[in-house]
């Protein structure tokens, strides 16, 4: 009773309280360190997407070359992937 009496008195006093609950604290914090470890997880992706999109762009730099190659050798870069059948244009 007499936290009551205590808290009424600082309520008639027009005290302000100095700190939250530790209920209220310990929602604010797992709160704010989902967030925080989401954030992360989105860096990480980031981070993972750039360094795919530098291994995608160092392939079709190597595909470029073997193009200009195989565009040398066969006047063509027409050529069936799966088996490596060269399509060569039809001349009538």
């Known amino acids: 009773m007499a936290k009551n009496t ?3 008195i600082k309520e008639l006093k027009a005290e302000k309280p100095s700190k939250i609950t530790n209920e209220e604290l310990d929602k604010l914090q797992n709160v704010v360190n989902s967030i925080n470890k989401a954030q992360m997880q989105v860096g990480v992706f980031q981070t993972n997407i750039h360094r795919l999109l530098h291994h995608i762009a160092g392939r079709e730099d190597e595909l470029t070359l073997i193009q200009s190659d195989l565009e040398k ?9 799966l088996d490596g059948t060269i399509n060569y244009e039809q001349t009538n």
Request: hydrophobic share 25%; charged share 25%; proline share 0%.
């Open 73 to 81: 050798t066969y006047n063509t870069v027409d050529i069936n992937i």
């Open 6 to 8: 205590t808290k009424k």
